[in-house]
């Protein structure tokens, strides 16, 4: 029997869902400052992206450790089953 992942209720945890909603903006943001800054030429669009890639780079770091966490959780659970029923 194969062990299937179902992401997407993985992906209903309360602390992914934060870390969804807060880190695309801010990465967005960082993307965006970057771009323009550059074109433009502006300093402080530098320190924009700056601030925003200090705390975008850790909520995603968050939310990729998370995610895997609770994969294997799911994994050994599943496998906890097989055990039992065999």
Do not use: H
């Not at 771009?35 to 320190?47: C, D, E, I, P």
């Not at 890639?53 to 050994?76: C, D, H, K, Q, T």
């Amino acid at each position: 029997m194969t062990i299937k992942i179902d992401k997407k209720a993985i992906r209903q945890d309360r602390i992914l869902r934060i870390c969804m909603k807060t880190g695309i903006p801010l990465s967005v943001l960082a993307l965006i400052s970057l771009w323009v800054g550059q074109y433009a030429g502006s300093l402080a669009l530098g320190k924009v992206f700056v601030v925003s890639v200090f705390f975008a780079i850790p909520i995603g770091l968050l939310y990729n450790v998370r995610f895997m966490m609770l994969s294997i959780r799911e994994v050994r659970r599943q496998q906890a089953e097989q055990r039992q029923s065999d």
